[in-house]
Nanobody
Framework: VQLQASGGGLVQAGGSLRLACAAS????????MGWFRQAPGKEREFVAA????????YYADSVKGRFTISRDNAQNTVYLQMNSLKPEDTAAYYC????????????????WGQGTLVTVSS
C-alpha cells in the first residue's frame, strides 16, 4: 500500500488543522493506521493510531483530548483532526500502515508516506 499525507500548513496556536492520508494499491480496511511526527532534533513520536477493525484508537498523552484519528474505508483515507494546536505540535507528520498484530506496537508500522509539515506559531 502506498500512502500520501497532506493537509499540513502554518497555523496560529489554538487553531486547527485536518491531515489526510490517502492510500493506493490496497484497501486500507485491512490495515491499522498510525500517525507519527518528528520535530527537528527529536525522535519520531507515535501520535495516534486506529485499529484495522472495531475503530479502537490510541493517542499519545501529548495529544489526548486535542487530536482525533478517524478512517473512511470507502475513501481509502485516514484523517487526523488536530485542535487546540500548540507550538510544540510543530513537526513533520507521517502516516503509516500496519498489517496484523498489535496495533499499539509502533514497530509494526511501515509503508511510510511522505510527511506533511505542520507549523504552529505562538
Amino acid at each position: 500500500v502506498q500512502l500520501q499525507a497532506s493537509g499540513g500548513g502554518l497555523v496560529q496556536a489554538g487553531g486547527s488543522l485536518r491531515l489526510a492520508c490517502a492510500a493506493s494499491g490496497r484497501t486500507l480496511s485491512l490495515y491499522s493506521m498510525g500517525w507519527f511526527r518528528q520535530a527537528p532534533g527529536k525522535e519520531r513520536e507515535f501520535v495516534a493510531a486506529i485499529r484495522w477493525a472495531g475503530g479502537i484508537t490510541y493517542y499519545a498523552d501529548s495529544v489526548k483530548g486535542r487530536f482525533t484519528i478517524s478512517r473512511d474505508n470507502a475513501q481509502n483515507t485516514v484523517y487526523l483532526q488536530m485542535n487546540s494546536l500548540k507550538p510544540e505540535d510543530t513537526a513533520a507528520y507521517y502516516c503509516a500502515a500496519a498489517f496484523g498484530g498489535d496495533f499499539l506496537d509502533r514497530r509494526r508500522y511501515g509503508n511510510w508516506g511522505q510527511g506533511t509539515l505542520v507549523t504552529v506559531s505562538s
